[in-house]
């Protein structure tokens, strides 16, 4: 390959419309706008989803669902995190919701739910938000105790 047999791709060796050029150029007169209409003027502009008066398909479909503003949001902790933290020695036996803060798994101002993922292996008293059913169990079947905040 050299460079005297290089050729560019097709698509760039096209040659730019140019309107308004003499009748020639085909491009004349009225410039590829037809005669007169909303769309020959300067300035003309559509709306997104113009659909040429007809009603616009985002206002012809139906609308459904429901997003409840009062939802509250939780961010999910499983057993075996904290049991990996545990590992790491940043939590300890006995877990409030600032402990978990300064574990890094929640801000402050966020709920923290308890899922049962993982295995509660140590005796463990947690304080949380929010709690499963199966988290539950398993800590309590360790012989921990469950505070709801």
Known sequence: MKLH???AP???RKTKKRVG???GSGLGKQS???HKGQKAGSGYSQKRGFEGGQMPL???IPKFGFKNPFRKEYIPVNLD???ELQEKKRLGNTITFEDLVSA???KKKERVKILGRGEASEKLSIEAHGFSKTAVEKI???GGTVTKI
């Open 104 to 106: 890094g798994v929640a």
């Open 58 to 60: 985002q206002r012809r």
């Open 10 to 12: 097709a698509q760039n």
């Open 21 to 23: 050029r003499g009748e």
């Open 81 to 83: 995190v904290i049991a």
């Open 140 to 142: 309590e079947k360790a």
């Open 32 to 34: 590829g706008k037809g």
């Open 5 to 7: 047999t290089l050729v």
